[in-house]
């Protein structure tokens, strides 16, 4: 028998001679007690080197053990000539209690004083012989870690800070910091103070609460406050004088983005820890040199890997009901609280108080609502320092004042956002006694009751502007997910109140204009200069509340009826107005100096930021990829569609450049998720086809993702079979007339039922582009001098 086997079953017999004498005889030797423990030690640890000793990855440290002349042999040894020192009769009678009455062992059976030296002696042996071979396995696995640890370490050096660099670009998906320097801005000095001063907050800092979720009202300034609270664990990790090592990491929400922020959360939390720990460890090198999107469970790994750099990780998550289909990120923050991988992660997180959310939050962290006679503490302080520095109400007499922060701060009822609604309309007011106190007297309630009385408050002249103001920013973010410029915005008023009032153009329009007619339904914030070029401002809902409001049935069934925004209506309106722009001869005939870009990435961004023209071109592009299937219902829309991807005409050239250099990513504002295989302006016609729909259907097959336009395209022309001829619709299409600059897509083939017919999955432009390989992975045979040329295309109606 092998020595491990042998000392397992050993074992087991002396744990059962052992119970049988401390159970049976009173006074038992405390010697038998240590007996019984160290054996079962030894049967236990024998259990595990013997699954080890078992699997084909045992190291040589490892198997040493079992030599002849090893701690085993020598343990196997030991515990046999132990188990000699009991009375053979005893094991037998031990097991047979159960079926027929015991004879109880005596000590004078076990002869126990004259061999208590002897017993001593071995056990003192066997004890050694546990801990060189506990020893001999912990040493196997500080070698594992080592090693493991030293290809990271491996990794980490190998990589230049210039690759890190590219890693780090490649998980910045969503940037939150220019919503937290936003927040920043709009803090009052003295609020949330409240928060870093309760019990719930200490022990959360010190790590001994994983999750906190700080829930309100809309308009309570969870935003503002998530951003002192983001300040005040960034100062705490900042602390030199702490042995631990800690990072912090933050995410805002937004609705803004449009989008499912779970894989941006992770990513940015990726980002920044990365950077933190200077490190880029194996598993997320792995998906960056794979390439593509990785999984939420990938991301989740890669996050569980970093984490070990830290001994505390604080996450901050803002407005976590503004996340589309948040489903997915209440299951992330869920297994970050619960899961033990995640054991050194603290969260803390903020939403308004959803059904769905709740459900999640409350099972994992400590709720902490901003209903509170603290917040309204804050509130006070927030009007007394905004009346008192306002530019207006400041000169108001000091009476006034004071009634107007008693009566907002007591009306407020834990609304932040009220109160900026209520300054704003207090502002514009003649500071006369009567009509203040009659205001004040007849406050809004609500945040819906107060956006009614804000648009019908709007002069007649500024209705129409507000109106299209409003829905140029809703539409730019459905188009960018991005805020849009002040200019941009500026010109796209002018052209789409042209569009409909011609008598317009009666103001300057700057963002004067806009803080003048807009108030505080929008917010311009202003950027650092970049490349040189002058500060840039951009637009926005000056809350998720305003937005939420425009949408709504609730503003359509109320007087204030006409500043409501049709999404749909507004997504094709807009869009026509895109392409006739995009599409102007006289525009491109005035735009000179689009002829002479170069190289110059300064050169490159202010026209990508400042001319209007490439806004048009960029939005063009995007509206018909997002919106096709409904532009397919229009004659207008789908005709002026086919005219904006025709070569043949003289915009289409102009078209090239700016799509180039906005894939490029130079500036936020020109993102889109238009892969790299659906740009038709990376692939260069060098001599037209004969019919130019074919290739207007090229182009329409790359960017129209529904492909409702091109089936509406193809029906046209089979309408037209009488006039231009059935044979001319096979166009043939050499190898010569066109040329790729991505990598296109593989193409599914499939044998059809006709003999020799072949049914193609895919653009027309990869089928173009992967003939060749096709052909030769179908195993057909053509002639070597057969080539894309000989290809014809037999177009259908689908």
Not at 503 to 527: K, P, W
Request: charged fraction near 25%.
């Amino acid at each position: 028998m092998d020595p491990l086997g042998a000392v397992l079953q050993i074992s087991e017999r002396i744990i059962v001679l052992c119970k049988t004498y401390i159970e049976d005889v009173r006074d038992a030797p405390s010697d038998l007690r240590a007996i019984l423990i160290e054996i079962s030690a030894i049967k236990s640890l024998f259990k595990n080197v013997r699954f080890l000793l078992t699997c084909d990855n045992t190291t040589t440290l490892l198997a040493g053990l079992a030599a002849d002349s090893g701690p085993i042999e020598g343990c196997k040894r030991a515990v046999t000539e132990l188990e000699t020192l009991f009375p053979p009769d005893c094991l037998s009678a031990a097991k047979a209690q159960s079926k027929r009455p015991r004879v109880k062992p005596t000590l004078e059976t076990l002869a126990w004083p004259f061999k208590k030296p002897k017993a001593k002696k071995l056990l003192e042996e066997i004890t050694r012989y546990r801990a060189t071979i506990s020893l001999a396995l912990t040493t196997d696995a500080s070698l594992d870690i080592k090693v493991i640890r030293s290809k990271a370490i491996d990794i980490d050096t190998k990589l230049t800070d210039l690759q890190r660099e590219k890693v780090y670009e490649w998980l910045h998906a969503t940037d939150p910091s220019p919503l937290h320097h936003q927040a920043r801005k709009h803090y009052e000095f003295g609020t949330g103070d409240w928060m870093l001063r309760s019990e719930e907050w200490a022990s959360w800092i010190e790590c001994k609460t994983r999750c906190l979720w700080i829930h309100g009202v809309p308009g309570a300034g969870k935003t503002i406050l998530a951003s002192h609270l983001i300040d005040a664990v960034q100062t705490f990790c900042s602390d030199e004088v702490s042995t631990q090592k800690h990072a912090f990491a933050y995410y805002y929400c937004y609705f803004g983005h449009n989008q499912n922020e779970t894989a941006p959360f992770l990513k940015w939390t990726l980002n920044q820890l990365c950077r933190q720990a200077d490190s880029v460890r194996p598993y997320l090198h792995k998906l960056y040199k794979r390439g593509g999107e990785p999984s939420l469970a990938e991301l989740l790994r890669s996050l569980e890997e970093i984490s070990e750099e830290f001994d505390c990780i604080y996450l901050v998550v803002d407005a976590i009901d503004e996340s589309m289909e948040r489903a997915d990120l209440l299951a992330v923050l869920r297994e970050l609280v619960i899961d033990a991988r995640f054991q050194n992660i603290r969260l803390t997180a903020t939403s308004r108080e959803y059904v769905d959310i709740e459900k999640v939050m409350d099972d994992i962290s400590t709720p902490m609502s901003m209903r509170n006679p603290l917040l309204d503490e804050d509130i006070l302080l927030y009007v007394n320092s905004r009346v008192q520095r306002h530019p207006r109400l400041s000169l108001w007499p000091l009476h006034l004042r004071s009634e107007v922060c008693d009566a907002l701060s007591r009306k407020a009822k834990g609304m932040f956002r009220w109160v900026v609604c209520q300054i704003d309309v207090l502002q514009r007011l003649r500071p006369d006694s009567t009509v203040i106190r009659d205001a004040l007297a007849n406050l809004p309630k609500t945040l819906d009751e107060t956006y009614e009385r804000l648009f019908l408050q709007i002069p007649e002249d500024g209705r129409i502007f507000v109106h299209h103001a409003l829905r140029w920013i809703y539409y730019n973010g459905e188009i960018y997910n991005a805020d849009i410029h002040s200019s941009t915005l500026l010109e796209a008023i002018q052209r789409s109140e042209r569009t409909y009032f011609r008598s317009r153009n009666v103001y300057a329009y700057d963002e004067d204009l806009l803080r003048e007619f807009c108030g505080c339904l929008i917010t311009l914030q202003q950027h650092e200069p970049f490349h040189q070029l002058p500060a840039r401002v951009t637009v926005s809902f000056a809350h998720y509340t305003v937005w939420e409001f425009l949408k709504s049935d609730r503003i359509w069934n109320g007087p204030a009826a006409f500043f409501g925004v049709d999404q749909k209506r507004t997504n094709l309106e807009f869009s026509k107005i895109m392409m006739l722009e995009a599409t102007a001869s006289q525009r491109h005939r005035r735009r000179d100096h689009l002829k002479d870009w170069t190289d110059n990435s300064r050169a490159q961004f202010k026209v990508l930021v400042l001319d209007f023209t490439v806004y048009c071109i960029c939005s063009s592009v995007v509206s018909l990829f997002n919106w096709g299937s409904e532009m397919s219902k229009s004659a207008d829309l789908a005709t002026l569609a086919f005219h904006l991807l025709d070569p043949s005409e003289p915009h289409f050239e102009r078209l090239f450049l700016p799509l180039q250099l906005a894939s490029i990513d130079i500036d936020d504002t020109l993102k889109w998720s238009i892969r790299k295989e659906e740009e038709f302006w990376a692939y260069t016609w060098h001599q037209l086809p004969a019919i130019k729909n074919i290739a207007i259907l090229c182009n329409l097959s790359c960017v129209d993702k529904s492909q409702k336009l091109t089936r509406h395209l193809l029906q046209k022309v089979v309408k037209e079979k009488e006039k231009i001829g059935m044979e001319q619709l096979n166009a043939r299409i050499s190898k010569s007339q066109l040329s790729f600059k991505n990598p296109r897509r593989c193409v599914q083939v499939h044998r059809s039922r006709k003999p020799g017919g072949l049914i193609f999955e895919g653009n027309i432009l990869d089928v173009f582009d992967q003939f060749q390989l096709i052909v030769q992975r179908l195993g057909v045979k053509v002639d070597d001098k057969v080539d894309r040329s000989a290809l014809t295309w037999q177009w259908s109606t689908f």
